[in-house]
């Protein structure tokens, strides 16, 4: 089973500012098969990067996905007042979905 | 626009069984192009993939929660639904619906419903 780790946990950044998170998977996956997704409080996951760098429709192009194999990078170029919550990227393999433990991005 | 609501208990007794079904609108779920899944979450917590059900009603299931869960679909009603059996307090979670496309990524979601294990 694919284990996906993120990183920072939590990361504290102004508006305007780029942020960078990181998507690790236990071992190397196609990345055909890794999304990323945003979750505000009180609501449902909302799907951000498909195919680890396209986007879903309607969502800005500040947001980026990008990486191979074990490491995926979601980058936010500059924030925005509602960019600020929570991000968690996913992965199919082997008729298994799994998710990562999600990155919070607060405002500092 | 396609929409999905959950609905469904909000209180379950441990031991007992949680039942919760997924109404689609906007779209049909019998159709080739999706499956139709599951995910939780609980309080404070992050995701958890629950399991997916296609149109021809394969099914497939997180192996921490196969010995419990049932998903199924209802076409003539435009619903599928999720059991899980002998729930624990572990159990209480928001409960999400989802459509994933090409077989690995969730689109569409619905609101999410609150399922409390508590007597």
């Known amino acids: 089973e694919i284990v996906l780790t993120q990183s920072p946990g939590t990361l504290s950044l102004s508006p305007g500012e780029r942020a960078t998170l990181s998507c690790r998977a236990s071992?190397?996956?196609?990345?055909?098969?890794l999304a990323w997704y945003q979750q505000k409080p009180g609501q449902a996951p909302r799907l951000l990067i498909y195919?680890?760098?396209s986007r879903a429709t309607g969502i800005p192009d500040r947001f980026s996905g990008s990486g191979s194999g074990t490491e995926f990078t979601l980058t936010i170029s500059r924030l925005e007042p509602e960019d600020f919550a929570v991000f968690y990227c996913q992965h199919y393999g082997s008729s298994l979905w799994t998710f990562g433990q999600g990155t919070k991005v607060e405002i500092k | 626009q396609l929409q999905l609501q959950e609905s469904g208990p909000g209180l379950v007794k441990p031991s007992e069984t949680l039942s919760l079904t997924c109404t689609v609108s906007g779209g049909s779920i019998n159709s080739n192009n999706y499956y139709w899944g599951w995910i939780r979450q609980p309080p404070g917590k992050g995701l958890e993939w629950i399991g997916n059900i296609y149109y021809s009603g394969s099914t497939y299931y997180n192996p921490s929660l196969k010995s419990r869960v049932t998903i199924s679909l209802d076409t003539s009603k435009n619903q599928f639904s999720l059991k899980l059996s002998s729930v624990t307090a572990a159990d209480t979670a928001v409960y999400y619906c989802?459509?994933?496309?090409?077989?690995?990524?969730?689109?569409?979601w619905g609101q999410g419903t609150l399922v409390t294990v508590s007597s």
């Open positions: 195919g680890a760098s």
């Open positions: 989802a459509r994933m496309v090409s077989v690995y990524y969730f689109d569409y």
């Open positions: 071992q190397s996956v196609s990345s055909s098969y």
